[in-house]
């Protein structure tokens, strides 16, 4: 199996069981660091993760890896949180964070500028509508967004 097939089937098993244990399934990356491979998954809810959660959600996950072994070479499972400075990557994402404030990089530069950060005002399946520090209502592409995330202020 390629990659692309891997993450699809890893997928297909995290997702019920992350739904049975009312989380959310943020993520999951297969890669290889410094000569072994990893299978992260990234799991959320509201009022965050706990360790507990991580192990809850990797012993069950474990369990349905060994029995449908969609990986045949030796991997480390790592579950966790994914952290304060997660991308933001699907709808729901973006719906949770509807009125806070977020960053946005481009693959290209539109108006000069390939960073762009406001708050999240709306968005469609063509663009995301964020509100500058000015109160101008701004309009980027979705097609040209590298990333979002939430803007970590301190």
Request: proline content about 5%; hydrophobic content about 35%; glycine content about 4%.
């Amino acid at each position: 199996m390629n990659k692309k097939e891997i993450l699809r089937e890893v997928i297909d098993i995290c997702n019920p069981i992350a739904l049975s244990l009312d989380y959310e399934l943020v993520d999951v990356e297969y890669l290889k660091e410094f000569g072994s491979y990893y299978l992260r998954v990234y799991i959320d809810k509201p009022g965050g993760i706990t360790l507990d959660d991580c192990q809850n959600m990797s012993e069950i996950l474990s369990d349905k890896l060994d029995k449908k072994d969609p990986i045949s070479t030796a991997y480390y499972l790592e579950v966790s949180s994914p952290g304060l400075d997660r991308p933001l990557k699907t709808d729901k994402d973006l719906k949770r964070n509807l009125g806070k404030d977020i960053e946005i990089s481009l693959y290209t530069p539109i108006n000069n500028k390939k960073m762009y950060e406001g708050r999240l005002e709306n968005y469609n399946e063509d663009l995301i509508i964020i509100k500058d520090e000015v109160n101008a209502l701004i309009e980027i592409p979705r097609q040209s967004v590298s990333n979002i995330k939430l803007a970590l202020k301190f």
